[in-house]
């Protein structure tokens, strides 16, 4: 308090000049692609400029009870404060960047390419040079040295692809987390790659994809294998003591799976880690694979690892931001056939959007119109689903417009090509609405849903208020009464 009435002058004209300065230095953009040290060096630069104009200051106006202890001393410790926070936004990024590359992708100039909609893939079925003999194939190099030592996994991929058909000069097998190793390799010039280390000690899992997408022909296949967080959670139970095995694979939970997803604790965890072990999903192993430019063939289990042949039939998706968080972002389609971005909560694995048409290729359609046997879904997303805790973001599409409380369900893009053509064109006429007629009618088969929201249409044309209100007090009767929950 001594010091509050003395120093409340000078105090309000050194801030101005350190937020004058500052701004017209432009010394908080920065470029966060330098090294930290060349950015704390800019900070110094800008900081003298700042020490020099008050120290002139100082000079100027003759303060002498003003201490010059205290001046100096907040600059020298506001400049630390700084570095601190350059670090912390330094560190932050790279982190972001992690999982999202920016490299140039190499594609085929004889191929059509893809425009924005992630429907459309390039045509992989175009013909690849075959081995004219099998000792020129990748059959005995596989067989008799690479996989010697598993044929379980060499019948695996005999079984799926035709290994005698691909020259063994476009094989390329490696067991390396490295990913020196692949980033020298001639772009398009392998038909098969055969990764033996498992993808989960790759810092930048997504980088590593895209690397093996650029040296992969279209059509060539990428195989490897992942540790899923189902067969890591088997392990630990069945290796300890009951209550034991709890206490620990709940500890692994919280450190491997909960961490990684929070915006502070990421940084703690890569930095401690390196990406070493991380814990990953099949869901998610699969989704990234989807996301980088591949289609899965088979999957199957070996020794408690989850290993998976794929088809490179694509470039990577250019999503910048493929969600990750608790909160996440969903491309559905809304009035006028316009993109729009659906908040909820997450209770799918992290990439599991990119599954719907392998989900569906998969499993079809089950009860209700949802997909059957959907291994996306979390263990705590049925319980929010059940709650109807995941669609509370959703409430932000309604404040901003895109939605209204009742109306067609918001579809994705694969969900929406399995409508009708002409219904299609009827749907994207209205916008979607938080509550769907589907908690009304309650069907159960997908051409029911088609008809239950035909239904809806036609009765909002004619009535638009009306509509909506009958619709909303019997869905909420059979939410609250009939127990219709979103599964």
Known sequence: SFYLPQYAQPFFIFSIIWVGTSYFSKKYLLDYNKRIYHLFIDIIKRNFMIFALIAICIYIFQTPYYSRLIVFGTIITTTFFEFGIVSFISYHRRVLDSDIANIKITTNPNLVDINESDEKIINYNIPLPKATKIDDSAYPLLKDNYLRSCPTLFDFIDVNIHIADIPKLETFVLKTHTLYNIENVEALSKQLFINLHKINDFRRINVYLIEVNKILQ????????????????????????????????????????????????????????????????????????????????????????????????????????????????????????????????????????????????????????????????????KCMRKLWIDELPMFINLFKGQLKIVGVRPLSIQYFNLYPKEFQEIRIKYKPGLIPPFYVDLPKTFDEIIESEKKYLAAYDKHPFRTDMNYFFKAIYNILFKKARSK
Do not use: W
């Open 218 to 381: 279209y059509g060539g296949y990428f195989i490897s294998y992942g540790y899923a967080i189902e067969e890591r959670k088997k392990d630990i139970l069945e290796k300890y003591p009951p209550v034991l095995n709890y206490i620990l694979y709940s500890t692994d939970f919280i450190l491997k799976r909960v961490m990684p997803k929070l915006p502070i604790c990421k940084e703690c965890y890569f930095a401690i880690t390196k990406g070493k072990n991380r814990a990953i999903s099949k869901a998610e192993i699969l989704g990234r694979l989807y996301f980088c430019g591949f289609r899965v063939i088979n999957t199957t289990l070996i020794d408690n690892s989850f290993y998976f042949i794929t088809q490179k039939i694509n470039i990577p998706k250019q999503d910048p931001h493929p969600t990750y968080g608790p909160l996440i972002k969903l491309k559905r389609i809304g009035k006028d056939g316009k993109i729009i971005n659906v908040y909820k909560f997450r209770t799918m694995h992290p990439y599991s959007e990119y599954l719907q048409s392998y989900i569906y290729e998969q499993n079809k359609l089950q009860e209700g119109g949802k997909f059957a046997n959907d291994f996306r879904v979390t263990t705590l997303g």
